[in-house]
């Protein structure tokens, strides 16, 4: 999955960029991976504790089991914006990973 790789190395880039590099480098690459990966366990702490019924959500006529949940444990119109909100959020993920290599391709 590029998704992930694409955020993680992005503190590697930008160490290009600092002025502090040195320091700023190593402390964001912590940083991103840690908060990244407190934020991923919180996630699945949530869903894991929210969830109503498993086998519903796994074999729901959607085929999406994100949006099976999130029809599960909110209110329709919130948990329709939640998943908008998802959609773009992966759309935008997806524009990075492609305009990433494009620069390097310019670059190189």
């Known amino acids: 999955m590029l998704t ?3 955020g993680y190395d992005a503190p590697f880039h930008l160490s290009e960029e600092c ?6 480098a ?9 908060v990244g ?12 504790y929210t ?7 796994i074999v729901s006529p959607l085929s999406q089991p994100w949006a099976s949940y999130l029809l599960q444990v909110l209110p329709q119109k919130t948990a329709l ?3 908008a909100l998802t959609i773009v959020a992966a759309f935008s993920m997806g524009q990075g ?4 290599p494009c620069g390097e391709v310019a670059d190189g």
Request: aromatic share 6%; hydrophobic share 55%; proline share 7%.
């Open 4 to 6: 992930i790789p694409s």
């Open 26 to 34: 190593p402390r964001a690459i912590v940083l991103t991976s840690g």
């Open 51 to 57: 969830v109503v019924d498993i086998p519903s959500v």
């Open 97 to 100: 990973c492609m305009v990433r």
């Open 37 to 48: 990966g407190l934020f991923g366990w919180f996630l699945q702490l949530v869903v894991a």
């Open 81 to 83: 914006a939640t998943l």
């Open 19 to 24: 002025s502090n590099a040195n320091v700023a």
